[in-house]
């Protein structure tokens, strides 16, 4: 089982570019999930899917939307990025909501010059 | 006043060392405590696992839990220079998560 995996790893995009980070899970979770994470702030939540054909706003949606495209699939779109949203992004995963271990991918680092 | 608080460190201790790693949080709601491990250029990985108040021990890891202080406690014994990263805790209840700042951790060998 490959867990969480997340494409691309790195990316560098300029001000008022668009960009859709991928995120897919094997192991058949129904909640997944979408953080920021910059220093000193800690994980912090963007966006989450509590099962499939759901969506809500976490803390920081701003700038972002998601789709659920399935229930292994989750994507995270920036629609025309800023440098605030350089950042290392990470997508997670869960049996359900609520008190679950939440299985993290790789991460995706974004540079938005 | 945040949910939780967690010292960002970060902290230096020489190999062997016990390691302290505390966070503290607002809301009693919060029924479930967790420590999550992040080494360097990976995503969190989770360590610890606690329901109630007390103490629960694995291998060298001990987390402790305080809901009367909400305080919770990380313990980490005979350090080893692979336990240097950043220790993330986390809280949940119904329909809530949150995860603190982290602490790194940097062991000496």
């Known amino acids: 089982n490959a867990g969480v995996t997340q494409t691309p790893k790195f990316q560098v995009l300029k001000t008022g570019q668009s960009m859709t980070l991928q995120c897919a899970q094997d192991?058949?979770?129904?909640?997944m999930y979408w953080y920021r994470q910059d220093p000193g702030m800690g994980l912090r939540l963007i966006y989450y899917?509590?099962?499939?054909?759901?969506?809500d706003k976490g803390e920081v949606p701003n700038g972002y939307n998601v789709s659920r495209l399935n229930k292994r699939e989750f994507s995270l779109r920036l629609e025309s990025a800023a440098p605030s949203q350089t950042s290392v992004y990470f997508c997670?995963?869960?049996?359900?909501?609520?008190?679950?271990?939440?299985?993290f991918g790789p991460g995706t680092r974004l540079t938005v010059l | 006043q945040k949910e939780v608080e967690q010292d960002p460190g970060p902290l230096s201790v020489p190999e062997g060392a016990i390691v302290s790693l505390n966070c503290t949080y607002s809301n009693s709601a919060f029924q479930y405590f967790m420590w999550y491990r992040q080494y360097s250029r990976k995503g969190p990985e989770l360590l610890m696992y606690?329901?109630?108040?007390g103490n629960k021990e694995d291998g060298r890891f001990t987390a402790q839990v305080d809901k009367s202080s909400k305080y919770i406690s990380l313990f980490i014994r005979d350090s080893q220079p692979s336990d240097s990263a950043t220790y993330l805790c986390?809280?949940?209840?119904?329909?809530?998560?949150?995860f603190g700042t982290g602490t790194r951790l940097k062991v000496l060998a």
């Open positions: 192991m058949n979770h129904n909640s």
């Open positions: 606690t329901y109630s108040s």
């Open positions: 899917s509590a099962s499939e054909g759901t969506t």
């Open positions: 986390a809280l949940s209840g119904t329909y809530k998560y949150i």
């Open positions: 997670a995963s869960s049996e359900s909501e609520g008190y679950n271990e939440q299985f």
